[in-house]
């Protein structure tokens, strides 16, 4: 399947889910963290969820990493790229023209130092290969941090194989679902 199968498959998917089905898999999503032991880690990029869009509810993982003593940092976008912002209880939000919450009266910190970074993606495959939205804003953030254990976070299984990967694609390293978490590649069973 090649990205814009999988983005236009996987937006329709999603599409089909409920509130209440997104509200109890994100809660699995987060259960999955808790036992993959990602948690010992010190400092976390999220991305925060656009509800139009059905993504992950990241307010769970947020929530716990608060209550944990984590360090959050969470992105804004600014001049087609993504800037990063200190998340605390008390950052003030707002959304932005696509529908998505972004700090609100904060300065940008530079090059943050992050040990894991969640990803939005609509589809990955069994290598680790990510569809996102098609911006590239992802791929050129994750290109400053090759050292951060990038964690993808969906709603559904792998695909196959995205069959038109770039050389700029950079893969994942670890995958939520409700029902699993995993390191890539997957195995071929």
């Known amino acids: 399947m090649n990205k814009k199968e999988a983005r236009s498959h996987f937006l329709t998917e999603r599409n089909l889910l409920s509130e209440k089905e997104i509200e109890n898999y994100s809660l699995k999503i987060l259960d999955q963290f808790i036992l993959s032991g990602l948690s010992h880690f010190t400092s ?26 984590k360090q959050l940092f969470c992105p804004k976008i600014k001049d087609h790229s993504l800037s990063h912002y200190i998340l605390t209880p008390d950052t003030n939000m707002e959304i932005n023209k696509w529908g998505i919450p972004e700090p609100r009266g ?84």
């Open 106 to 189: 904060k300065e940008p910190v530079i090059q943050p130092c992050i040990d894991c970074i969640f990803i939005p993606l609509l589809a990955y495959d069994k290598k680790g290969n990510r569809v996102g939205y098609g911006k590239g804003y992802y791929d050129k953030f994750l290109s400053n941090f090759p050292l951060s254990k990038k964690i993808g976070l969906s709603f559904f299984n792998p695909i196959n194989k995205i069959t038109d990967i770039s050389d700029w694609d950079l893969t994942l390293d670890y995958i939520i679902t409700p029902n699993y978490f995993s390191a890539f590649p997957m195995d071929e069973k």
């Open 44 to 69: 976390f990029h999220i991305f925060l969820s656009m509800r139009n869009k059905k993504e992950v509810q990241t307010s769970f993982l947020i929530n716990y990493l608060h209550k944990n003593k």
